[in-house]
């Protein structure tokens, strides 16, 4: 499937499109209204991730007119948290509205509802496991051994992300914007706190995880 990501933010778009790319989608990219409209008009995408204010041709406009002559899905992106904003994007035609700084795994879960919800089905698993852990995605529980394990909202967000990704190692400062949003300001050992406690739900053995693996000096990555 094939996504298009467009915001003036470099950085951003960056994020995005490494993360949408992780799970499999072809993403193209664009910093403008007019590459929105350009890019939806020439080359048939599934998704369009438009940022609201952008140079040249804001997000709304390009909403609006790619409206005149597409269906695609569109989710608006902003700065703005005012109700009347989200109105004037959905009377632009947006399908859905998401306020930064967010989660990129909250994006990724409104792009999976809007594909399901056009009607464009998606080769997900529903279950991922590995060793003794099992993680539903559906009901956003994990076990071990068949256990269900009490994790917190942010604790099953790593799991996922680690499990997702074997083998690959993430930063604190990586987990801390994919996690918590890009513009978190806590401090970075909350990552350490959450990857013990994970340890301590799903691990057979904390003191010596099987799954859960430090890179010393590097992060954290999950060991299939």
């Known amino acids: 499937m094939k996504i298009l990501v467009v915001d003036d933010e470099a950085v951003l778009v960056k994020g995005i499109s490494y993360n949408l790319r992780n799970d499999g989608y072809e993403v193209l990219t664009g910093s403008n209204g007019m590459d929105a409209v350009r890019t939806v008009r020439e080359t048939p995408v599934d998704l369009v991730i438009l940022d609201v204010m952008m140079p040249e041709m804001d997000g709304l406009e390009a909403c609006r007119q790619i409206r005149d002559f597409s269906d695609v899905p569109i ?29 990129i795994l909250e994006l990724k879960a409104r792009v999976r509802a809007l594909l399901r919800r056009a009607g464009l089905r998606e080769a997900k698993p529903e279950q991922i496991e590995a060793g003794a852990i099992r993680l539903d995605l559906v009901s956003r529980n ?83």
């Open 142 to 224: 994990a076990y071990r051994d068949g256990v269900l394990a009490d994790l917190t909202a942010k604790e099953f967000d790593l799991v996922d992300l680690l499990i997702r990704n074997p083998n690959r190692v993430y930063s604190r400062e990586n987990l801390l914007d994919l996690i918590w949003g890009y513009d978190y300001q806590g401090d970075i050992r909350t990552v350490d706190v959450h990857i013990r406690r994970i340890r301590e739900k799903l691990e057979r053995n904390p003191a010596e995880p099987e799954h859960i693996m430090t890179k010393w000096g590097v992060g954290y990555y999950f060991k299939a």
């Open 75 to 103: 989710i608006l992106l902003t700065a703005k948290a005012d109700d009347m904003d989200k109105l004037m994007g959905f009377e632009h035609g947006a399908d859905d509205y998401l306020t930064k700084p967010f989660n």
